[in-house]
């Protein structure tokens, strides 16, 4: 490897810490608790003495960057006693020596079971807690760590799988990093609480191919944004976690339970960020279960079986906790829990590693591996690491990497998303507008006509006005606007059911780690185009009506024959066919679009279906008679004449067809 | 005309997955075509549009069409491609407002 990955990986130091991986939950503007919380100042931006020990709260597309970088003295954590102090990193920490240990199953790579460390980003940590106190003492969900027990599965060592996730999901490296972070995270199971379950996403019980937007949902203790937060800013990079390792390798928890730990708990408590869906559902609960866990917190406590206990150093961004998971109170703890009966795939191979590796020393389940193959899956894992961090402007200092500047690293964001909020006095100005728009002729139609009662006072209005010029016009306009908010409205919403669909792609103009933004949303447009276009039908033919009805009631009963009936005689029914056949048109254009893009669609099969698409609309075109002469352009009139008809050339596959006249 | 729509679905096709590009191209032809549109309805004020003897005035006469070829057929023609693209245009700005 080169220098450079060295420094990216501060690997000694966190070596034998559980990392998980957290993904940053960006604020989505439509969905109304995050609305909230964004609302909501940052309890710690007030306070300026910590502002040195701040790295930069996720956004969309924010990843943080800075290794190695020590907490300053006297900050929040006040930890700078290296090798003891805080190190903020690159979660993956795997070096040589791990890696062998792990192995050999001499040292767990990924938690030993009676220490798991989860460390999670501040905002995220009321959510842990909420989560461990809804589940309840006798629950999966209440631990948020490893179940111990279950061990029964054919083991596999996490880097292998590591690996394998990353050879499967096509070096996509964030879905490498959900391998890891899956090994520490419960699935949602349904002992939890209604109302907690339900701002999760309940209608995925399941892992559903273990991508990193769907399996970082099911993390247990941390916030779970609404369905709606997804297209926004999924997949962005996992937060950097802070570990904090004493001399010896071992966590110093008499360290983290000195002194203004207290207060910033108490502070903990009422700060904003702690408030996720769950506890501003159940927030009694919630709440009290909250404080009974920070006062039962004692070093005996790390043998109670039944509460898991979170340690919290301090309030930072990047905040510490540890989570000691229970021992399992039950043999319902030997079920592997729901979504992984039966599937293979990398998350259950993750998941029972930690299980077992927590339980027993765990020997290796295939062939022992020659040291030239173990360099190779070495070398494999370093690239994978060197990869997941991409390389960043670093610092002032431009290409400086001696460890000097690395501690004073910037870090290098990509540019945030647009506010894409709609503007409230957009709805409140436009859909009256639209609204009267569309009645306006609708309503001087009816009180014009003999037949249809409308009430004086609408009537009275109407003759303030002047009558429509052209009223279908005038509905159009009213149905454009309906289309404009429609489709402004309509995005949000809808964006997250294709995300759901995997109809997603990077927004690569957003820099390497952009949003991830919903595809094919031009299929609700369409939808809501045709669905206003249908609506519009009546309109332009409503004067016609008006003459039918004029015709119905100067008619007598008895003279009346079905050829004066309603519409028969007046209606263009050439106008009314031209415009249904546009509509169709519309619709084969629809489904080609949205089968371009889900399928890919070859070009050789795109070219021939417009083709298709447009003979109705052609054939309706040549049977009214419309014109096909063509205006030369007043440079080229010498060559071919003023006009050239086109005729047969305009529609030829209408040479076979009969001529009307 | 067949090959006109071929042509122009594919073109407009043909850079998908720039974000917004589809959207915009489809806006801009759409408005084009509307501003073609509304250009044969005798809707404009005639002073606006210089019509031959009416320059000085300063009140709005009846209104004419900008171009004054077309016939009661034209005219709705040309009504019934606005109405096609009218909403068109509303819905290709609401994506393109999520897709800039």
């Known amino acids: 490897m080169d220098v450079e990955a060295d420094h990216l990986l501060p690997c000694p130091l966190i070596s034998q810490d559980a990392i998980e991986i957290v993904p940053a939950p960006a604020p989505n503007p439509f969905s109304p608790p995050d609305a909230l919380v964004s609302l909501l100042p940052h309890p710690e931006l007030s306070s300026s003495t910590r502002q040195s020990a701040l790295l930069p709260l996720p956004w969309p597309g924010s ?3 800075s290794p190695g970088v020590t907490d300053t003295p006297g900050g929040g954590l006040g930890g700078n006693d290296a090798p003891g102090g805080l190190v903020y990193g690159f979660p993956v920490n795997l070096n040589e020596d791990d890696y062998l240990a792990e192995t050999t199953g001499a040292n767990s790579l990924i938690g030993t ?6 460390i999670d980003s501040g905002r995220q940590t009321g959510g842990a807690i909420s989560r461990g106190a809804v589940g309840g003492p006798g629950s999966i969900t209440a631990s948020g760590g490893i179940l111990p027990s279950v061990s029964r599965r054919p083991t596999d060592s996490l880097t292998r799988a590591l690996s394998i996730s990353h050879l499967k999901m096509g070096g996509h490296h964030v879905d ?3 391998s890891l972070s899956l090994a520490y995270q419960q699935p949602h199971t349904p002992s939890s609480s209604s109302r907690a379950r339900h701002h999760t996403h309940d209608y995925y019980p399941h892992y559903p191919g273990g991508t990193f937007s769907e399996i970082s949902r099911y993390k247990m203790g941390t916030v779970t944004p609404p369905p709606s937060d997804r297209w926004m800013s999924e997949e962005t990079t996992p937060l950097v976690r802070a570990v ?3 001399p010896d390798g071992v966590i110093r928890e008499e360290d983290v339970d000195e002194g203004d730990e207290e207060h910033e708990d108490e502070d903990e408590e009422v700060e904003p960020y702690s408030l996720d869906e769950g506890s501003i559902e159940s927030g009694e609960v919630v709440t009290e279960s909250t404080k009974k866990q920070f006062k039962s917190r004692s070093n005996d406590d790390l043998n109670d ?12 961004p990047l905040r510490l906790t540890e989570e000691i998971p229970p021992a399992p109170a039950s ?12 599937d293979t795939d990398l998350a259950t191979t993750a998941w029972t590693n930690t299980a077992s590796a927590s339980t027993r020393v765990r020997k290796p389940s295939g062939p022992a591996l020659n040291a030239q193959q173990e360099k190779e899956r070495l070398e494999e894992l370093w690239e994978i690491a060197a990869s997941i961090v991409p390389p960043m402007p670093m610092g002032v200092g431009g290409e400086a990497s001696d460890a000097k500047s690395v501690t004073t690293t910037t870090t290098s964001l990509p540019p945030k998303p647009l506010d894409r909020t709609i503007p409230a006095w957009l709805p409140t100005l436009l859909i009256p507008l639209a609204l009267s728009l569309i009645l306006h002729p609708v309503l001087y139609a009816a009180s014009s006509s003999p037949t249809l009662r409308v009430p004086s006072l609408v009537v009275r209005f109407l003759t303030t006005l002047p009558p429509p010029t052209f009223p279908a016009l005038e509905a159009n306009l009213g149905f454009s606007i309906i289309a404009l908010l429609g489709m402004l409205y309509a995005v949000p919403w809808m964006g997250d059911a294709f995300i759901a669909k995997d109809l997603k792609g990077r927004d690569l103009l957003k820099g390497p780690h952009g949003a991830v933004i919903p595809e094919c949303m031009g299929l609700p447009g369409a939808a809501m185009y045709i669905g206003l276009m249908i609506m519009f039908i009546p309109f332009p033919f409503s004067k016609y009506f008006e003459d039918s009805i004029n015709e119905w009631s100067g008619a007598g009963v008895e003279t009346l024959k079905m050829e004066q009936a309603v519409g028969r005689r007046t209606f263009p029914h ?6 249904l056949s546009s509509i169709l048109s519309l619709l084969i254009a629809t489904l080609l679009g949205f089968l371009d893009d889900v399928f890919d669609i070859r070009w050789r099969h795109k070219l021939p279906i417009p083709i298709i698409a447009s003979i109705p609309l052609l054939m309706v075109y040549y049977a009214e008679g419309g014109l096909t002469t063509v205006i030369m352009p007043i440079g080229a009139r010498w060559l071919v004449g003023k006009t050239v008809n086109l005729g047969e ?4 596959h209408m040479c076979c067809a009969n001529r009307p006249h | 005309m067949s090959l006109l729509s071929t042509f122009s679905t594919n073109s407009i096709n043909i850079l998908a997955g720039v974000n917004g590009l589809e959207v915009g191209q489809a806006l801009v032809i759409a408005l084009s075509v509307a501003l073609n549109d509304a250009m044969y309805l005798p809707i404009w004020p005639r002073i606006a549009f210089g019509q031959p003897g009416q320059l000085g005035e300063l009140v709005l006469l009846e209104g004419g069409p900008i171009l004054r070829r077309g016939s009661e057929e034209l005219i709705q023609r040309h009504l019934l491609s606005l109405y096609f693209m009218g909403p068109l245009i509303g819905v290709c700005l609401g994506l393109l407002y999520h897709n800039w």
Do not use: N
């Open chain 1, 63 to 65: 990843h943080v960057h």
């Open chain 1, 113 to 118: 079971g009676a220490e798991t460390r989860r």
């Open chain 1, 176 to 178: 490498t990093l959900s």
């Open chain 1, 244 to 246: 904090r390792v004493g």
């Open chain 1, 305 to 316: 079986t039944r509460q898991s206990k979170t340690r919290s150093v301090g309030w930072h």
């Open chain 1, 331 to 342: 043999p319902t703890y030997l079920e592997p829990p729901r979504g992984f009966e039966g």
């Open chain 1, 574 to 579: 050439q106008e009314l066919a031209l415009y």
């Open chain 1, 649 to 652: 050339l305009a529609t030829p």
